[in-house]
């Protein structure tokens, strides 16, 4: 007999579905090496929910020290309950969250700041948007890097739906989930302003499936604007790392390098490493 779908708290399925922190780590101690000829220490997640790369950059090397910034109070409690607490003492003590608009945050300057799964897209007025580059750009340390993501190309601008499984895993506690799947719909877009509002859906026969677990109103810029605005606010150097195509796989390699001639396929995503100039 088949056994009941089960509810999955959205955060767990979220982070299931969209972010691995070995991987951002990586790319993010390329970036830092680099620029500033050495792995940064310190670490600031903007717009960082359950603040996962957070506790992950504390829990990589003893040395490093993390801040998450988000606005949004009931999920740092969440990440404070169901993140933060699976940290030893010592970890702990290297994890600060704050809950504070990413525009105004007081934070120690830092070596790196992320602004990851497109988040920073809220802002979808130039001035706002160089404003919060402004900002971060005063928070890091000299040879800090900035890292953002993007996406693009044809699709980006489609009314769509895109199915990806998931693999059953494992959630913080070490309670198994099922296969499940995300959906990722773009519900609207204005070509006039580049106004695009996105869902994110999980459905599967094991969970009860989650309608509009998020919701995104964002802007979506292009690799040309957001680099103009981070060298307008002192920025040195802009990288764009792309993944490679495989022919065979007929898919991306998964090997992101910097490239600075890349084709417009009809969706691609994007890491760029902003980065001050080192004293």
Same mark, same amino acid.
């Given at each position: /007999?088949?056994?009941? &779908?089960?509810?999955?708290?959205?955060?767990?399925?979220?982070?299931?579905?969209?972010?691995?922190?070995?991987?951002?780590?990586?790319?993010?101690?390329?970036?830092?090496?680099?620029? /500033?000829?050495?792995?940064?220490?310190?670490?600031?997640?903007?717009?960082?929910?359950?603040?996962?790369?957070?506790?992950?950059?504390?829990?990589?090397?003893?040395?490093?020290?993390?801040?998450?910034?988000?606005?949004?109070?009931?999920?740092?409690?969440?990440?404070?309950?169901?993140?933060?607490?699976?940290?030893?003492?010592?970890?702990?003590?290297?994890?600060?969250?704050?809950?504070?608009?990413?525009?105004?945050?007081?934070?120690?300057?830092?070596?790196?700041?992320?602004?990851?799964?497109?988040?920073? /897209?809220?802002?979808?007025?130039?001035?706002?948007?160089?404003?919060?580059?402004?900002?971060?750009?005063?928070?890091?340390? &000299?040879?800090?890097?900035?890292?953002?993501?993007?996406?693009?190309?044809?699709?980006?601008?489609?009314?769509?739906?895109?199915?990806?499984?998931?693999?059953?895993?494992?959630?913080?506690?070490?309670?198994?989930? &099922?296969?499940?799947?995300?959906?990722?719909?773009?519900?609207?877009?204005?070509?006039?302003?580049?106004?695009?509002?996105?869902?994110?859906?999980?459905?599967?026969?094991?969970?009860? &499936?989650?309608?509009?677990?998020?919701?995104?109103?964002?802007?979506?810029?292009?690799?040309?604007?957001?680099?103009?605005?981070?060298?307008?606010?002192?920025?040195?150097?802009?990288?764009?790392?792309?993944?490679?195509?495989?022919?065979?796989?007929?898919?991306?390699?998964?090997?992101?390098?910097?490239?600075?001639?890349?084709?417009? /396929?009809?969706?691609?995503?994007?890491?760029?490493?902003?980065?001050?100039?080192?004293?």
């Amino acid at each position: /007999m088949a056994s009941d &779908p089960i509810l999955i708290h959205k955060h767990i399925l979220y982070e299931a579905s969209v972010q691995d922190t070995e991987v951002d780590i990586a790319l993010i101690d390329r970036m830092t090496e680099k620029s /500033m000829g050495r792995e940064g220490l310190t670490l600031r997640e903007d717009f960082s929910g359950t603040s996962l790369l957070a506790c992950a950059w504390a829990q990589s090397k003893t040395d490093r020290e993390a801040w998450g910034v988000d606005l949004h109070a009931p999920t740092l409690r969440w990440a404070e309950k169901n993140r933060l607490s699976r940290l030893n003492d010592e970890e702990k003590k290297r994890v600060h969250l704050l809950e504070d608009n990413v525009l105004t945050a007081q934070s120690p300057t830092v070596d790196v700041v992320v602004a990851l799964n497109f988040s920073y /897209m809220i802002f979808k007025q130039r001035d706002l948007l160089k404003g919060y580059f402004q900002s971060v750009f005063d928070a890091l340390n &000299p040879g800090g890097v900035f890292v953002l993501d993007l996406f693009g190309g044809p699709h980006s601008q489609d009314v769509m739906k895109e199915k990806k499984r998931i693999r059953a895993g494992t959630d913080y506690r070490g309670k198994a989930y &099922p296969e499940f799947t995300y959906v990722w719909e773009q519900a609207t877009f204005n070509a006039v302003n580049q106004n695009i509002k996105c869902h994110i859906h999980f459905r599967g026969k094991n969970i009860i &499936p989650i309608q509009k677990a998020f919701t995104y109103d964002w802007r979506l810029w292009s690799i040309t604007e957001l680099t103009d605005l981070l060298h307008e606010v002192g920025f040195k150097t802009v990288d764009p790392y792309f993944e490679g195509w495989d022919d065979e796989a007929e898919g991306t390699d998964g090997e992101l390098k910097i490239r600075k001639k890349y084709e417009n /396929m009809l969706a691609w995503i994007c890491y760029l490493s902003a980065a001050k100039e080192n004293a």
